[in-house]
């Protein structure tokens, strides 16, 4: 069974890094597209970052663009989230996806996804 493990969440002041892990098990997802997004309490989930089968091509959200930097290690089977000069407004669960489609670009809505973890709480304390 196909599941998504993210870990690397935690309590961080605002400036600070964080480096969130997805580990995929039960399948290789190393020809679907990957994408990370959040959720903070009383608002909708939303796209953060995206990067495609090989790596190839990112795809980043305006609010965390040169800030975040989205990889993936397809022989480790995990997507990386590394989050620099973190703000308070970061705070959120994140969630790893997979694009349920083979060898596509990354896109940034949440429709396009299959797979989801369980989330990791972010929170960035002012």
């Known amino acids: 069974q196909e599941q998504l493990v993210e870990s690397g969440g935690g309590l961080v002041q605002a400036g600070g890094s964080l480096r969130l892990s997805c580990a995929a098990s039960g399948r290789s997802f190393s020809t679907n597209a990957m994408g990370w997004f959040r959720q903070a309490p009383g608002k909708e989930r939303e796209f953060v970052a995206a990067?495609?089968?090989?790596?190839?091509?990112?795809l980043y959200a305006d609010s965390v663009k040169g800030r975040f930097t989205i990889s993936r290690d397809n022989v480790e089977r995990t997507v990386y989230l590394q989050m620099n000069s973190l703000k308070p407004e970061d705070t959120a669960v994140y969630y790893c996806?997979?694009?349920?489609?083979?060898?596509?670009?990354?896109?940034?809505?949440?429709?396009?996804?299959?797979?989801w973890g369980q989330g990791t709480q972010v929170t960035v304390s002012s």
């Open positions: 996806a997979v694009d349920g489609r083979p060898y596509t670009s990354p896109v940034g809505h949440a429709e396009s996804y299959t797979y």
């Open positions: 990067i495609s089968w090989n790596a190839g091509r990112t």
